[in-house]
């Protein structure tokens, strides 16, 4: 449908309301199921592998009454394993370039790879298998299963191994689950957990001490090819030792590898395992910080069937939401930009949003800002070498006579509070402020610029608090953290200049925490009386 | 007062082409994070909403929850609930009913719900059209008093999950430590109240894991001197997050100890004193706080309300999904559970779940743009 | 070789789970509750009812039947209260015991006992004439003050057909504690009860059930409700005994597989009864010294009798306290099930009752009432060894003090 397209062309042949879906598999398939679901058009990209990394503890019979899944074939770009290699968000979806060369024009862009589970621990025998969705035991055979072995086994993974155990034992054969927590979770591990240890599956508890499992040599009267030693933690006798025909040992899921596209987009967005993360205040439902961007499954951390399916959902409908809201006609420009701007760029690099973007049609390039993106954070005004951005927001205006009222009319000892609107902002509601506290709400913490904290320390006023949100709350991801850096960079000029070091301090706060916002100020007061 | 007007109420604009099967709107009992997180999604999707609530204020459970942050967010969520109370106060197409509860569900042929609702306040009733019903009326916190052994209520230092978090969100966390020189030596017991055939709960709360690892690290972030200790059946916390939780809190010196103590002795120096089983042997040891992770139970209006509607409660007294593989649709038709109450839920979770409950009500009723 | 004696998880752990019941062993989530809450746990460090589970179901059930903490166990129950997954433990002792027993291990004094049971139908060997005989010398021997009850001089009665109530004693009233028997028939003659014993059945407890021989267990309850139908009598009337009682009340029907239409009663709830309808007059705050209730773990735990006791002792006491824990949580005074009667036991069924004796010495009481024989033979010994400044009366005892003259 696409391949016609030249090379490096915009196509416009995809609607607006089009998804792109990055995936191969169970988790892109139910992606396409929920967007389709809402009414959306979708495309997808085969891209990685098509062995999906979803567990669940379910027969694959009454798997099939699943609800909102579409048992189609996947519509694809092409029968190549296309890769984004690119995607420029502009105001209404997105630019993605493949690595084709190809580039077509998206509302929304969806990853939903698969990724792949560890290889089986090195000290363990070469023929211990690996616990996948798709395992199926040998009926009536003695088989072990190795759970939390490396580390903590998932949850959805370890109600697999167990209903894998129940099915063994129901069957006839022997069944052994190893573990130091097992991993059962949702209204129904508890039952399955029961079930399974009332048909007779063992389950054997370790402690700092691993299991041993030695592979046996393989002999004419015995179809045993492990023994396995343990010493159970409760029972904590002699070692317990069995043999069994195959073991079993629980993985964890790795992502080998992210698209490039979308790694570029959300470069800082992965946490130390190297799954991307979402924006938290829309935790775990796919949001990235840039809205239009998904990340749904397993790349996000995510192995269980269904909170994925629920994940596909949810990104779904927003997705839908977002379209809605990209195609309506757009308020007020929240941005203005001066002629002061060298195109530097910096903006744009910063920007957690994806909100700037620049338009290199017109012979002379313009910087576009995007309102429906926009969330007035602020760290572009505050980072733009030029000053040559403003922000329209209604926090802004009130700025500049803030600073004036402080030139003039406050009252001895005054302080100063500059508050993140979403934490401390909301977490003021519920606290009387001493009188010297002056609290002003700013749209992130990250909007405070060194101009504006000297211009701040300029006047009569004996300190400034800053109240960002925690590290790693922030909902423009690291405004709160460029808050404490402006600030340690004017600490160490400040203490030459104006001798207030300790009369500026940056803490963090959430706005469930209003009786911490007190104190912190009611301690930062008495640092400043201390000072002067 | 307590119906906030809307913005720009607007419904021809927000819902053109609706059909008449999808008059009216999606009425939500329950205006805690599922409700709230439900009402966001479909008002975006400009699909009007009401929300009916009993108590004075939006947000439930998760509003009284306490930041979990240590020098970082640790991804409680907590705080997401004021995020979107934000943004469902400012939708234009929904209706906010505080202090009101439900009194009568009546189904018209056309398999519409004419709902009666009452403010409890003034006593003033009114009927609201709904094209969906979301029940979304949440949990309630297991009381440990029914499980004397641990003598909740009669020894000092023994506290619930919940009493614990209180001192949080006040900040009053030194109220643990009345003789500030000694160290804080706390244990937190699991599964209170869960996993629990006994009393009817023979489920995992889900929650109370990951809970009780981050408050352990919020006390060990305000007093690094503190001693802890996690007693546990089983470690249940899903997702990415449990790897890095217990990592952390191993870390910090806070022992995993499998085997919950089953009784509570006042110790001869006035501190608390249990006999655990460690390296197979029983041992005595000693605190100074023990903390309950109490589970959650049914909301106590769970009943009355499935009575209302017909939807069906299951055997543990949460309202009964379709089936186990369709967690968001109740067995009638145009009623949807959302959140803690039809089994129970972390934060994460829930806002899943309403995800899914939005895009099912747009599926079934063909609301799709 | 089949799988399961290649695994070391021997096929003998099939008979143990055959025998035992497996579900109760197989639902064990490990919980580790019992493990504090067993007042044997720091006397026998490396055993505890958690792991006595574990070992049987891992087939090291020979270990657990070898051992002396099968005997030290009370059955009390109380490890299991509010066990999340409803185990009883005391059933899985007795299965225990009963392997034990068939293994030809359980402990001589019992084994003594049960051969007398098997002969004459009690414990201690006495035949129907001595157990007549004796019964009418110790009513004798409080003659006087039962006429001062009750004018008309009256006869211990035996056999009589048609009473209302058959009264099994324990045999200690008719050896070693008479004083006990004296204080249930000045009861009974206080409420004017319509009673009588039987020379057939006049032995309450049930030693086969300590040692999990179930058969004979079965065959005494099936003796005992046999002799009440074939008397007639409306109500089966048990003295302050525990696991006799509660063997009654609580397993009989499903012991016998039929429904038993004959009352069980304990003569506490008795007493109760005839409190509250007027029949049983008592003087209010009779008792000037404080009174303390120790909850039996048979009528408290298993039965659920705990008020009515209480109810009494409060109405006659004029200083009535509670030792914590109570109740249902009650401390086992360390001599149940089988331990205080058997010698192998020695001074250890002392030694593991200090929670039950500091328990005692803090509520500061003068009176420790409680309302089984087993307990009170248990505390009295305790008392003696630790000279603990209480005095041990059962709670008919304290009623029968505070009767209105």
């Not at chain 1, 990685?48 to 899944?69: A, K, Q, R, V």
């Not at chain 1, 299991?211 to 046996?216: A, C, D, Q, V």
């Not at chain 2, 085997?259 to 001869?268: C, K, L």
């Not at chain 3, 058959?166 to 249930?184: A, D, G, I, K």
Request: aromatic share 8%; net charge negative.
């Amino acid at each position: 449908m696409l391949n016609s397209q030249k090379n490096n062309s915009i196509s416009c042949t995809v609607p607006k309301q089009s998804a792109l879906v990055v995936g191969n598999g169970l988790t892109a398939s139910m992606v396409v199921a929920a967007i389709k679901g809402v009414g959306l058009d979708v495309t997808v990209s085969k891209f990685g592998s098509n062995s999906s990394m979803l567990f669940h503890c379910f027969d694959n019979e009454s798997l099939m009454t699943f609800p909102d899944i579409f048992d189609e074939e996947l519509p694809t770009v092409d029968e190549q394993q296309w890769e984004p290699t690119n995607i420029v968000p502009r105001e209404d979806g997105f630019v993605v370039t493949f690595d084709s060369g190809k580039s077509h024009k998206f509302g929304s862009v969806f990853l939903a790879i698969e990724g792949t589970l560890k290889p089986v621990p090195k000290d363990l025998p070469a023929d211990v298998s690996t616990i996948t969705q798709d395992t199926t035991t040998p009926f009536g055979s003695s088989v072990c299963f190795l759970l939390d072995y490396e580390e903590i086994t998932n949850p959805s993974i370890g109600m697999r191994s167990i209903r894998m155990a129940l099915e063994n034992q129901i069957a006839g054969g022997r069944s052994f689950v190893l573990l130091r927590q097992t991993p059962v979770k949702g209204l129904l591990g508890e039952t399955l957990y029961e079930t399974a240890r009332l048909a007779g599956v063992r389950f054997l508890r370790y402690g700092t001490e691993l299991p041993r499992i030695e592979r046996l040599s393989t002999s004419v009267e015995s179809s045993f090819r492990f023994k396995v030693s343990i010493l159970d933690i409760i029972e904590s006798g002699e070692e317990i030792s069995f043999d069994c025909d195959r073991v079993f040992v629980g993985s964890n899921l790795i992502i080998e590898r992210i698209p490039d596209g979308f790694r570029n987009l959300l470069s800082e967005e992965t946490d130390q395992q190297g799954f991307l993360i979402q924006d938290s205040v829309h935790c775990l439902t796919g949001k990235s910080f840039h809205r239009g961007v998904y990340c749904v499954g397993p790349s996000s951390g995510c192995v269980d069937l269904f909170e994925t399916n629920m994940a596909a959902a949810s990104a779904a409908v927003d997705a839908a939401a977002w379209l809605k809201l990209a195609n309506a006609p757009q308020p007020d420009r929240k941005m203005s930009i001066t002629d002061q701007c060298i195109r530097c760029l910096t903006c744009i690099r910063l920007c957690p949003h994806s909100a700037i973007t620049m338009n290199a049609e017109p012979s002379r390039s313009n910087l576009e800002f995007s309102t429906v993106r926009c969330l007035e954070c602020g760290i572009c005004v505050s980072e733009c070498p030029r000053t040559a951005l403003d922000l329209n927001s209604f926090l802004e205006d009130g700025f500049s006579s803030f600073i004036d009222r402080l030139k003039t009319e406050i009252s001895e000892n005054a302080i100063v509070v500059y508050g993140c609107y979403r934490s401390a902002g909301r977490a003021i509601s519920e606290i009387n402020l001493p009188e010297n506290v002056l609290f002003f709400p700013v749209s992130c913490a990250g909007r405070l610029s060194e101009s504006i904290l000297s211009a701040t320390l300029a006047t009569p006023v004996k300190g400034i608090l800053i109240l960002g949100c925690h590290h790693g709350n922030c909902r423009s991801n690291n405004g709160t953290d460029w808050a404490r850096l402006r600030l340690s960079n004017m600490a160490k000029r400040l203490g030459s200049l104006f001798g207030k070091v300790g009369a500026i301090s940056y803490k963090t706060l959430a706005p469930n925490e209003s009786s911490r916002m007190l104190k912190l100020i009611i301690d930062f007061s008495g640092l400043v009386r201390e000072i002067y | 007062m307590l119906a906030l007007p809307c913005k720009n109420k607007d419904k021809e604009v927000l819902i053109s082409g609706m059909r008449d099967h999808t008059s009216g709107q999606v009425v939500i009992v329950g205006g805690g994070i599922a409700g709230l997180i439900t009402a966001r999604l479909l008002s975006e999707n400009g699909i009007p909403f009401a929300i009916i609530e009993r108590s004075a204020r939006l947000g439930g459970h998760t509003k009284d929850w306490a930041c979990m942050a240590t020098d970082k967010c640790n991804r409680c969520h907590s705080c997401a609930v004021f995020d979107y109370e934000d943004l469902v106060a400012s939708s234009p197409n929904g209706e906010i009913l505080l202090r009101h509860e439900l009194f009568s569900v009546t189904r018209s042929k056309s398999g519409l719900h004419s709902v009666g609702i009452r403010n409890l306040d003034s006593g003033a009733e009114r009927e609201l059209h709904s094209m969906a019903l979301v029940l979304a009326v949440g949990f309630e916190t297991f009381d440990p008093t029914e499980k004397g052994f641990w003598g909740y209520g009669t020894f000092e230092g023994v506290m619930t999950l919940s009493d614990l978090n209180s001192l949080m969100r006040l900040d009053e966390l030194n109220k643990l430590r009345p003789d500030n020189e000694k160290p804080l030596n706390l244990a937190f017991f699991q599964c209170v109240g869960s996993r629990d055939k006994a009393i009817g709960a023979n489920y995992c709360s889900q929650y109370c894991c990951a809970a009780a690892i981050r408050a352990a690290l919020r006390i060990l972030h305000k007093y690094p001197d503190s001693k802890i200790a996690i007693f546990y059946i089983d470690l249940q916390i899903s997702g990415k997050v449990a790897r890095t939780l217990v990592d952390q809190a191993q870390e910090m010196g806070v022992r995993f100890l499998q085997g919950v103590p089953g009784e509570i002795q006042p110790s001869e120096d006035g501190e608390l004193k249990v006999i655990v089983e460690r390296n197979g042997r029983n041992v005595v040891e000693r605190f100074n706080r023990i903390v309950l992770s109490t589970g959650q139970r049914p909301s106590s209006s769970a009943s009355a309300i499935s009575s209302m509607t017909e939807a069906p409660l299951n055997e543990f007294g949460f309202f009964q999904t379709r089936s186990q593989l369709d967690l968001v649709r109740s067995p009638l038709d145009r009623i949807y559970i959302a959140g803690s109450c039809s089994g129970p839920a972390n934060i994460p979770d829930v806002a899943m779940n309403a995800g899914k409950v939005v895009s099912a009500i747009i599926r079934d009723l063909e609301l799709a743009i | 070789m089949n799988s399961a004696s290649r695994t070391g998880l021997s096929e003998n752990m099939s008979s143990i789970e055959n025998s035992i019941g497996q579900n109760d062993v197989d639902i064990c989530v490990t919980c580790g509750q019992c493990v504090s809450r067993c007042f044997l746990s720091q006397s026998y460090p490396d055993i505890n009812p958690r792991k006595i589970i574990r070992k049987t179901l891992l087939g090291r059930e020979q270990e657990v039947i070898d051992s002396e903490f099968i005997w030290a166990c009370t059955l009390c129950g109380r490890c299991t209260t509010d066990c999340p997954k409803n185990i009883s433990i005391d059933v899985i002792i007795r299965r225990l015991r009963g392997l034990a027993w068939a293994q030809g291990k359980a402990p001589s004094r019992l084994c003594e006992g049960i051969k007398k049971i098997k002969e004459f139908g009690n414990n201690i060997g006495v035949d129907a004439e001595e157990f007549q005989e004796t019964a009418e010398w110790i009513a004798e021997e409080c003659e006087e003050e039962l006429q001062e009850i009750f004018e008309e001089a009256s006869n211990v009665p035996f056999d009589r057909e048609g009473a209302e109530i058959l009264y099994v004693p324990n045999p200690r009233e008719y050896t070693s504690n008479p004083n006990m028997f004296q204080t249930y028939l000045k009861f009974f003659a206080h409420v004017r009860a319509d009673w009588t014993l039987s020379t057939k059945v006049f032995d309450i407890t049930n030693w086969p059930y300590y040692v999990g021989d179930q058969d004979d267990a079965v065959a005494l309850v099936r003796a005992t409700v046999d002799e009440a139908r074939n008397l007639g009598a409306k109500m089966l009337l048990t003295t302050e005994c525990g696991h006799g009682f509660k063997i009654l009340r609580k397993d009989a029907q499903a012991w016998l597989e039929e429904s038993i239409d004959i009352e069980v009663l304990s003569i506490v709830e008795l007493a109760y009864r005839y409190f509250k309808s007027g029949r049983l007059r008592l003087r209010k705050g009779a008792i000037e010294k404080t009174v303390t209730y120790h909850d039996p773990c048979n009528v408290g735990r298993k039965v659920g009798i705990f008020e009515e006791p209480r109810e009494l002792l409060k109405f006659i006491s004029a200083n009535f306290v509670e030792m914590w824990p109570n109740r249902k949580y009650s401390i086992c005074c360390g001599g149940g099930g089988s331990v205080s009667q058997n010698s192998d036991m020695g001074i250890k069924r002392f030694e593991h009752a200090t929670g039950k004796r500091d328990q005692i010495l803090r509520t500061g009481a003068d009176i420790l009432a409680t309302s089984c024989q087993n307990c009170l033979t248990q505390l009295g010994d305790m008392q003696s060894r630790y000279n603990m400044p209480v005095e041990i009366k059962s709670v008919m005892e304290l009623i029968v003090e505070a009767i209105e003259p």
